[in-house]
């Protein structure tokens, strides 16, 4: 795991002064790196039976895809307000530093369909808890939340409501 993170480039005060981004495009653009990353979630989730994965715009749109393809299991985008054509349903939440909103089609999963909620990163939590309540709303068995980073030091996975939450690497 050590060798991932020596692939991802650290920006200081980005978007704002006081933030250190995690930039995984650096990663991305590694093919061992990139191969491995989606190995490590398909892996982990093909024999779960897991019916959606769902994307969080716009880094998850990188990874579920193509661990949606691995595990037999469809793709769900997640997006920002106005980008999806049908009815939706969104929800507002607070960023480390600001606010934002999502949106998800309103017949995107089912109920009781098993999802994977998928990002490449996980901070605060609430983009992750966001998705989490819509696919809640829509009748979701939330399996689990992957994300390919986890800064641990600001306590995300504590508004994930005791869902279960894997992350490859760990700052």
Known sequence: MEELKKKIRE????????????????????????????EILSERYIQEGIDQVLGIESRGFIFAPAVALNIGAGFVPVRKPGKLPAETLSHSYELEYGQDTLEIHRDAVEPGQRILIVDDLIATGGTAAATAQMALNLGADIAEFAFMVELEFLNGREKLNGHEVFSILKY
């Open 11 to 38: 920006v200081p005060d980005f978007p704002k002064p006081g933030i250190l981004f995690y930039d995984l495009t650096t990663l991305l653009k590694d093919r061992d790196g990139l191969r491995q990353i989606v």
